[in-house]
C-alpha cells in the first residue's frame, strides 16, 4: 500500500523566510503533484512533477522531485502573507492501474507578518 | 474557463436521510474520482471512473454509497442512509488518463448529517 508522508505538518514562519516542506513515499511513482487549499475552498494544483531530477517554479515556490529517494520538497522563497494554506502532494503509484492518487496529510502554512 | 462543478455546496440533513452529491467534470476528461476530506482522516479516495466504468471503488462502505456516472458529464455520489459519521467535505475531480497535466477538483460539497 502507497503511503505518502509530509513534514511538517504545521509550519509557522515569518514573511521574508524561506522553508521547504518534505514529502516521502513509500512506492515507486512516475507522478507527484502539489496541490494548494486555502480554508474551506477546493484543491489548487501547483506542480506536476514527472520525471527524476524534475524541478519546477512558479513565483516564490519551487517543487523537486527525486525519485530515488521517493522525495519530493517544496521549497518557499522569502514567504509572503498569501501563502499562508495547506499544502499538499500527491502520488500516483506505478503498481496501481488508472490515476489514482494518495494525499499526504498535508502542511498547514502560517506565515506572519 | 473549464472547471469542475459540484452540486450542492452544502448540504445538511438528518441521520438516515438520502443523500445525492452530483458532480459535472470538466469536458472531454474521462476520469472522475470521489475524495471525501475530513480533519480526522485527510483525504480519502472513494471512487473513480475511467470512461464511466467503475475503476476502484474500495475507499466506499459498501453498504451505504454509491457512484454512478450515468453519462460523461455527470457523476453522482448517494449515501443511503446517511449517519453523522459521514459529514465531511466530498470533492470530485476529473482528469485525462494518458495526460501528463494534473487532477482538477471541484468547489466540493460540505455535507453535515445531523
Known amino acids: 500500500e502507497l503511503k505518502v508522508e509530509q513534514n511538517p505538518l504545521f509550519l509557522s514562519m515569518q514573511e521574508g523566510k524561506n522553508y521547504t516542506i518534505y514529502c516521502n513515499y513509500s512506492?515507486?511513482?512516475?507522478?507527484l503533484y502539489w496541490y494548494r487549499q486555502d480554508p474551506g475552498k477546493s484543491l489548487e494544483s501547483l506542480f506536476v512533477?514527472?520525471?527524476?531530477?524534475a524541478v519546477k517554479q512558479e513565483g516564490r515556490l519551487m517543487a523537486s522531485l527525486d525519485t530515488k529517494a521517493r522525495l519530493s520538497t517544496l521549497h518557499i522563497t522569502a514567504a509572503v502573507h498569501d501563502l499562508s494554506a495547506t499544502y499538499f502532494c500527491a502520488v500516483r503509484s506505478q503498481e496501481t492501474s488508472g490515476s489514482r492518487l494518495t494525499f499526504g496529510e498535508g502542511t498547514q502554512l502560517t506565515v506572519n507578518p | 474557463d473549464a472547471r469542475v462543478t459540484q452540486t450542492p455546496r452544502d448540504k445538511v440533513t438528518e441521520m438516515g436521510q438520502e443523500v445525492t452529491m452530483r458532480c459535472q467534470p470538466i469536458l472531454g476528461h474521462n476520469t472522475v474520482f470521489w475524495y471525501r476530506q475530513t480533519m480526522m482522516q485527510g483525504l480519502e479516495l472513494l471512487a473513480y471512473f475511467r470512461n464511466r466504468a467503475p475503476l476502484d471503488d474500495s475507499g466506499m462502505p459498501k453498504d451505504r454509497f454509491s457512484a454512478e456516472m450515468p453519462d460523461a458529464t455527470l457523476a453522482t455520489l448517494k449515501i443511503q442512509p446517511s449517519e453523522p459519521r459521514d459529514s465531511a467535505v466530498y470533492f470530485c475531480?476529473?482528469?485525462?488518463?494518458?495526460?501528463?497535466?494534473?487532477?482538477?477538483f471541484g468547489q466540493g460539497t460540505r455535507l453535515t448529517v445531523v
Open positions: 475531480a476529473s482528469g485525462l488518463a494518458g495526460w501528463t497535466g494534473g487532477t482538477f
Open positions: 512533477l514527472l520525471s527524476n531530477g
Open positions: 512506492t515507486t511513482s512516475d507522478r
